[in-house]
């Protein structure tokens, strides 16, 4: 049972241009997501979150939009550089304290 | 401040075998969780343990077990190996346990292959 949903597993994106992720989830009660970036030989590192009484919240170059009717939350990333390669998780708390529910994660890759 | 670090870096063990993974949170943060990441999908949630008790359990047999010492550090015990264990284990730790702002921080991980 797959709560949260990544279907694109790979994103190839110019330098300069707009990358959108895109993160689907089917249980309503989640009320807080979050985005995780990863890098090769590294673990995930933080990357941004919201809250469900939200429907945007932003940090620099990203922002991240939530649409609580379609369960739908995306990340935008602008401009985006080559450094933003990476695979990229969108995450929500489960209800066991200390769980996080992963999608199956969406390989950003920025060419110069 | 030293964020979170895991040991062994890489490991190969054969099937049938034992293993222990270590973890080392981040200095004041008392709650630690273990993911298993296989190929191609995301970090699996194992266990949750904050103040040396176990909190919070997924899917996964019991084989699995972990504990946490009086430090907060953490060590993953998997017994009688099998091919699919092998996998990518990411440790994670934040300040408190259950709060979903507190952001969970990861180590990089242990690269365990079982042959």
């Known amino acids: 049972d797959q709560q949260v949903k990544q279907n694109s597993p790979s994103l190839s994106v110019q330098e300069g241009r707009i990358s959108i992720l895109n993160c689907d989830y089917t249980n309503s009660m989640f009320d807080y997501f979050l985005w995780y970036k990863k890098y090769p030989a590294e673990g995930p590192t933080f990357l941004i979150s919201i809250s469900s009484i939200k429907d945007k919240n932003e940090d620099g170059r990203f922002t991240v939009f939530l649409n609580k009717s379609a369960k739908h939350l995306s990340l935008h990333i602008v401009p985006s550089q080559p450094g933003d390669s990476a695979v990229y998780f969108c995450?929500?708390?489960?209800?066991?304290?200390?769980?996080?529910?992963f999608g199956q994660g969406t390989e950003l890759s920025v060419k110069p | 401040d030293a964020g979170v670090t895991q040991s062994p870096t890489h490991l190969i063990k054969t099937r049938g075998q034992h293993v222990t993974l270590r973890c080392s949170p981040i200095s004041g943060h008392k709650s630690v969780s273990w993911y298993q990441q296989v190929l191609g999908q995301g970090p699996q949630f194992i266990f949750q343990y904050y103040e040396k008790e176990e909190r919070g359990r997924g899917n996964f047999p019991d084989r699995f077990s972990a504990r946490q010492f009086p430090n907060y550090s953490s060590e993953l015990n998997v017994n009688a190996l099998l091919l699919g264990d092998s996998a990518l284990y990411l440790c994670?730790?934040?300040?408190?346990?259950?709060?979903?702002?507190?952001?969970?921080?990861f180590g990089p991980g242990t690269r365990l292959t079982v042959l």
């Open positions: 995450a929500a708390p489960g209800n066991q304290g200390g769980k996080l529910i």
């Open positions: 994670a730790s934040s300040l408190r346990r259950g709060v979903h702002t507190d952001t969970q921080y």
